[in-house]
């Protein structure tokens, strides 16, 4: 087991008040895979965006894009980097209630793992050039992040999520809309469970 850095998430667990919120605390000890994991998340908060994460490190590096993953080689899409999250973030699907930082509906958009090109994740990510290979169940093909150079301030750095190798054929509308974990779409997940969250 690799245990999770409390340095690492405490951002993360800054944010939250897990007596509020269904969303992972971050404190259990997670297992290892061989090969690294990355998960997209739909989510529906105060915009729509997808949430693309790593794991590095023991946590998942996370990207907040707010248009759709591109397909077509040469497409770029801003992807903020937000706080680093828990590794049993990638199973977290469901509902974050009003309130709380993030509000909203979320959805396990893809899963799979990934390998970066020529370097390790953690030297590709120091660099601000993180070259992937997605291995993924929606997702099968390279994609690249890259750092904006000098536009970073306190809190906020912007990258660019860019599609490289060939370009893949876009997803259909249903496909667009199902998650990889439950099968279900927004709307399903968003009338799933209550808008409130008080464990107490």
């Given at each position: 087991m690799?245990?999770?850095?409390a ?23 997670t ?5 690294p994991?990355f ?19 023991g ?5 907040a894009v ?11 899409r801003?992807?903020?980097?937000v ?6 973030y990638?199973?977290?699907e ?26 390790s994740p ?9 070259e ?6 929606k997702?099968k ?19 660019l999520?860019?599609?490289?190798g060939?370009?893949?054929?876009a ?20 009338g799933?469970q ?7």
């Amino acid at each position: 087991m690799k245990r999770i850095s409390a340095k690492n998430l405490a951002a993360y667990q800054a944010k939250r008040k897990f007596d509020h919120t269904p969303e992972p605390s971050g404190k259990k000890k997670t297992g290892h895979a061989k090969r690294p994991l990355f998960v997209i998340q739909k989510h529906a908060a105060s915009r729509l965006h997808y949430d693309f994460r790593l794991e590095m490190d023991g946590v998942l590096k996370s990207w907040a894009v707010p248009k759709d993953i591109p397909t077509e080689r040469g497409q770029k899409r801003l992807a903020m980097r937000v706080e680093d999250h828990p590794l049993d973030y990638a199973k977290f699907e469901g509902i974050i209630p009003k309130g709380n930082y993030g509000a909203g509906t979320v959805m396990v958009w893809d899963k799979g793992t990934y390998v970066v090109s020529g370097e390790s994740p953690q030297e590709a990510l120091k660099r601000g050039k993180i070259e992937l290979h997605l291995e993924g169940k929606k997702l099968k093909s390279d994609w690249t992040l890259v750092r904006m150079r000098g536009l970073s301030e306190p809190g906020k750095e912007p990258w660019l999520l860019i599609k490289t190798g060939n370009s893949i054929s876009a997803l259909s509308a249903r496909a667009a809309d199902r998650s990889v974990l439950s099968a279900r779409g927004m709307k399903r997940i968003a009338g799933s469970q209550p808008r409130s969250w008080n464990p107490k």
